[in-house]
């Protein structure tokens, strides 16, 4: 098992744990949703940033996964 994916899913748990606690009123903090919309409604130019942050997270995740498909495909042949 590649060390990677241990620490990638025990931050991703960690995460959603946190997430979960606030969507349920159990820990005194917002979601990471609500907040990013909270600072959206104060200052209207925040949203591009944050959306544009998101989305080049998301294109670094996407691109990171065929990178290690196109690897692993390598590999195996």
Same mark, same amino acid.
């Given at each position: 098992?590649?060390? *990677?994916? &241990? ?13 979960? =606690? @606030?969507?349920?009123? %159990? ?6 949703? *609500?907040? &990013? ?13 944050? =959306? @544009?942050?998101?989305? %080049? ?21």
């Amino acid at each position: 098992m590649n060390l *990677s994916y &241990a620490v990638w899913g025990i931050w991703f748990a960690a995460f959603i744990a946190l997430e979960l =606690l @606030a969507v349920f009123h %159990v820990a005194p903090w917002k979601t990471l949703s *609500s907040t &990013a919309w909270d600072l959206q409604v104060r200052w209207e130019w925040l949203t591009v940033p944050i =959306l @544009a942050g998101l989305s %080049v997270l998301l294109g670094h995740i996407v691109r990171w996964r065929n990178i290690r498909a196109g690897a692993e495909k390598k590999e195996n042949e």
